[in-house]
């Protein structure tokens, strides 16, 4: 109901302008006329911001902006006709300016069709090969038609014959419709150098011939495989640094051509290709002996039949989420996990991996993380939900029940804590009461700043202070640069878990689904050298106050040697492991082809 009569309005306020528009040219009215064209402008551009899919309904209906322009236009045209008369050479020139605009517009709009569709078509793209990289694509406005269009240069002509009839100046609608038409001339010629570029990549074969051979000449040995929605960019990212480091040659291979932008910089070469006919027969991927699998995705089929290539499932984080175990994994020739509690993980599932296919190569992303704690006057605690899964039987996250309240807790204790509260990134993909929630956070914390939490500072330390509390939604910082900065994790049952137990410092999970302790721990065994939280929140306090007194906490010990039964021992070092890893399946694949 709500929607509907939201729905309403912007409809309401979008084609409000129109009749008074046509009202007020007929009887003419030249102000109110001038302020109905504000009016309609402001409102197409907020429209057009705020409720897109409003706009886009009215175009399916016969009242799309092309429609509503041309209204506003002829009511132009019909003012300036009644006030000044039609046999003025100005009226001509703004008569057959306006409909001129329109023609610019139409090639203008035919080129920016083209170009989108050429690059749409593109069958391969890359970086860091020399070949088929992806073109610099022309200024928004010319190309995007979800932001403004030079459809808007109406304002130009249409205020200029408001002005006209209000003034009795005469020249001033033609003036503003030779300008639109110098403008949309201008957007016409911007185009010309992009075309020019792309039109080489109108070639499939070449094009695809052309990135094969450079391809060819890398030699690529190693490939890591990624499919999926920008927001999950973060899944292939944590597995570029370790394969830049590793003794074979490794290459990114990608199915979704946004993806290749939102991918963070590496030096390995990146090819993209969202054609499957197009992957499976791009023979240059053929010399590698090993695919990585971050992500089970249904994509990951297209690679999965290329013959002669090992496949191994590499995942994006080990945790006690029943996605750790999904039955997919079964398809795949290795899987690799962290420690021996990745190794038992699939034990328990019983899901088709078979243990001989199991193999613990550690953590090689987490090199970079500290032990020790940020060591400023004040506690800084990290909280990290997790997503709410694709289905409520993965309905891990707390951020929905418990979230509000645990940032409302830790906002009131004292003295002042700091908070950093990085969410994941698919937060409220599925769910809305997850997006809600993860917006009422954001709201308490930056109320909290704009009311200046003060934190009391030991003596000697310099005096009190601003605490600076920081809301993560982007790719900086990382999720181990917040854990560098943290003395106390909060989070749900996720791979965050296993990764922060690397800094041996303390954390809590939280049991969204109030389990009996014992229970908690023996479902998710990542969770045993933590302290539960339950929607009570009634362990909070008890763990600030013990991070307070700034010792060894009773848990410190456990947490050492569960370091080890998730992560694997830490002689030889995790990247040296996955660097075996590799080199042990890259061979494993040369005996088994012969």
């Not at 517009?105 to 793209?125: D, E, F, H, K, W």
């Not at 704009?450 to 910082?477: C, K, Q, Y």
Request: charged share 20%; proline share 8%; glycine share 10%.
């Amino acid at each position: 109901m709500k929607h509907d009569l939201r729905l309403l309005m912007v409809c309401a306020a979008v084609l409000g302008p129109y009749p008074p528009l046509i009202i007020t040219a007929l009887w003419p009215r030249p102000w109110p006329f001038l302020a109905f064209c504000a009016v309609s402008s402001v409102t197409e551009i907020t429209a057009r911001r705020r409720a897109r899919p409003l706009i886009d309904l009215l175009g399916r209906v016969h009242l799309g902006v092309t429609m509503r322009f041309a209204v506003r236009e002829t009511a132009a045209i019909l003012l300036v006709a009644r006030t000044e008369g039609t046999g003025s050479p100005w009226f001509a020139a703004l008569v057959l300016g306006l409909f001129a605009g329109h023609g610019v517009r139409a090639v203008q709009t035919g080129m920016a069709l083209g170009y989108n569709r050429t690059v749409s078509q593109i069958p391969v793209l890359t970086r860091n090969l020399g070949a088929v990289e992806p073109p610099a694509p022309p200024p928004g406005l010319l190309v995007d038609y979800r932001k403004l269009r030079l459809l808007h240069l109406d304002v130009l002509p249409v205020g200029g014959a408001a002005l006209d009839a209000a003034l009795g100046i005469g020249w001033l609608g033609a003036a503003g419709a030779g300008a639109a038409l110098l403008a949309g001339a201008a957007g016409v010629a911007g185009m010309l150098p992009h075309l020019s570029r792309v039109r080489p990549l109108r070639d499939r074969d070449g094009v695809l011939r052309t990135a094969g051979e450079r391809l060819t000449e890398y030699g690529p040995e190693v490939a890591l495989y990624f499919s999926g929605p920008n927001d999950s960019a973060y899944q292939a990212a944590m597995w570029l640094r370790p394969l830049e480091r590793v003794d074979r040659r490794a290459v990114v291979v990608l199915r979704e051509r946004d993806m290749l932008g939102v991918l963070p910089e590496t030096s390995l070469p990146v090819v993209c290709i969202p054609s499957s006919a197009d992957l499976m027969s791009f023979g240059a991927l053929g010399a590698a002996r090993l695919c990585l699998y971050p992500s089970n995705v249904g994509k990951n089929i297209h690679m999965l039949r290329i013959r002669g290539m090992r496949s191994v499932f590499v995942g994006h984080g080990d945790s006690d989420k029943e996605a750790s175990f999904n039955p997919f994994t079964k398809v795949y020739d290795e899987v690799w996990v962290a420690g021996q509690a990745g190794r038992d993980r699939y034990l328990r599932a019983r899901v088709g991996v078979r243990d001989r296919d199991v193999y613990e190569i550690g953590r090689p992303q987490l090199s970079g993380i500290h032990t020790r704690g940020p060591d400023l006057p004040y506690r800084t605690v990290l909280y990290a939900p997790t997503w709410e899964g694709w289905t409520d039987d993965l309905f891990h996250t707390s951020i929905i029940t418990m979230g509000p309240g645990v940032v409302s807790a830790l906002l009131a204790w004292s003295p002042p804590v700091r908070i950093i509260y990085k969410p994941h990134p698919l937060t409220g993909y599925r769910n809305p009461a997850a997006r809600h929630a993860h917006r009422r956070i954001s709201a308490m914390l930056e109320a909290a700043e704009l009311s200046g939490s003060i934190a009391r500072h030991p003596a000697g330390s310099g005096g009190p202070g601003p605490v600076r509390h920081l809301v993560v939604t982007g790719r900086e910082p990382t999720l181990y640069g917040c854990f560098n900065q943290a003395d106390l994790l909060v989070t749900d049952i996720s791979s965050v878990v296993a990764d922060f137990i690397a800094s041996g410092k303390p954390y809590m999970v939280t049991n969204v689904a109030g389990m009996p302790e014992e229970a908690f721990f023996q479902r998710y065994p990542s969770a045993e050298a933590g302290y539960p939280l339950t929607e009570d929140l009634d362990a909070l306090p008890v763990v600030l106050r013990a991070l307070e007194q700034g010792e060894e906490d009773a848990l410190s010990a456990a947490r050492r040697k569960l370091r080890t039964y998730l992560l694997g021992p830490e002689h030889p070092d995790a990247m040296t492991r996955f660097n075996d890893a590799v080199n042990g399946a890259c061979e494993r694949a040369a005996r088994a082809d012969g």
